[in-house]
């Protein structure tokens, strides 16, 4: 019986290792080529949405750009 439920639990952990490796989308995101921070401030964090993407900087900034063109639509100052 012992082996019969290790055998089981072993089955079901080979197939959830399976279903993660086969279900999560392989697209890496894509990156601008570049990017041009406003009066040499460092990056310390990026994310992307539909259209957009931010980056946080060292000095307590969020900017955010259109992905179509990297410009600049909108700048938040973190207090």
């Known amino acids: 019986m012992v082996m019969v439920l290790t055998g089981t639990m072993i089955a079901g952990l080979v197939v959830l290792i399976v279903l993660f490796v086969t ?15 406003p009066d040499g401030s460092t990056a310390t964090a990026f994310t992307r949405g539909a259209g957009w993407y931010a980056i946080v900087t060292d000095d307590d900034e969020i900017l955010i750009f259109n992905a179509s063109d990297s410009s600049l639509r909108q700048r938040i100052i973190i207090e």
Do not use: E, G, Q
Request: glycine content about 0%; hydrophobic content about 45%.
């Open 23 to 37: 279900r999560f989308p392989t697209a890496a995101v894509s990156l601008p080529d570049s990017i041009t921070l």
